[in-house]
Each structure stands twice: as structure tokens, then as C-alpha cells.
């Protein structure tokens, strides 16, 4: 028996410009957790094989995480729609 996977969402890291006192994170500029490279790649891995209907990339601020570029390349190729996206 297979389960198709709906979504796929992604928490690359916690570091934002915002601090917004109801993040549920606490993101914020001070933060330096980042999901590493080969998480990353992993994770690119595990959606070419899953395919899932959308893939929800997040953080913290996803864009100020320093590879998303060329991961969300690879991971909007395994889905669409793709999001990237503040939480
Ligand atoms: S991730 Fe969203 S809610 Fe959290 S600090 Fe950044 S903008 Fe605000």
C-alpha cells in the first residue's frame, strides 16, 4: 500500500530580519540555526522520490538561509505548486 505525500514542508532555519513577538519560533536576526548542506540535500533526495503535491519551504526568513537558492532549484523541480515562504 502507498500513500501519496500532500506536502512537504521544509524549516531550512530560524534566522529573520523580523522579531515578531508572536513568532512561535522566537526567529530573529540573533539566530544562526540553518539546516545544513547535506540535510538539504537529503531532503532534495527524499522529495524525488516521494513527490509530493507541494513542497513549503520555511524558517525563520527561508531566503536568508545561504544554499536555499540552488535548493529551492531543486526542490520546485519535484514539485509545483512551490512556496517559499516567511512563516
Ligand atoms: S519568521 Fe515570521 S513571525 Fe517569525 S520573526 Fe520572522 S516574520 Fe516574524
Given at each position: 500500500?502507498?500513500?501519496?505525500?500532500?506536502?512537504?514542508?521544509?524549516?531550512?532555519?530560524?534566522?529573520?530580519n523580523m522579531?515578531?513577538?508572536?513568532?512561535?519560533?522566537?526567529?530573529?536576526?540573533?539566530?544562526?540555526?540553518?539546516?545544513?548542506?547535506?540535510?538539504?540535500?537529503?531532503?532534495?533526495?527524499?522529495?524525488?522520490?516521494?513527490?509530493?503535491?507541494?513542497?513549503?519551504?520555511?524558517?525563520?526568513?527561508?531566503?536568508?538561509?545561504?544554499?536555499?537558492?540552488?535548493?529551492?532549484?531543486?526542490l520546485s523541480?519535484?514539485?509545483?505548486?512551490?512556496?517559499?515562504?516567511?512563516?
Amino acid at each position: 500500500m502507498s500513500i501519496a505525500l500532500e506536502t512537504l514542508q521544509v524549516n531550512v532555519g530560524l534566522r529573520c530580519n523580523m522579531s515578531c513577538a508572536h513568532c512561535h519560533q522566537a526567529s530573529g536576526p540573533s539566530r544562526t540555526e540553518a539546516m545544513s548542506d547535506d540535510v538539504l540535500d537529503a531532503v532534495i533526495a527524499f522529495a524525488a522520490r516521494a513527490r509530493p503535491s507541494l513542497v513549503d519551504v520555511t524558517g525563520g526568513a527561508p531566503e536568508l538561509h545561504p544554499g536555499i537558492a540552488i535548493s529551492s532549484r531543486g526542490l520546485s523541480s519535484m514539485a509545483s505548486p512551490f512556496a517559499c515562504e516567511p512563516i
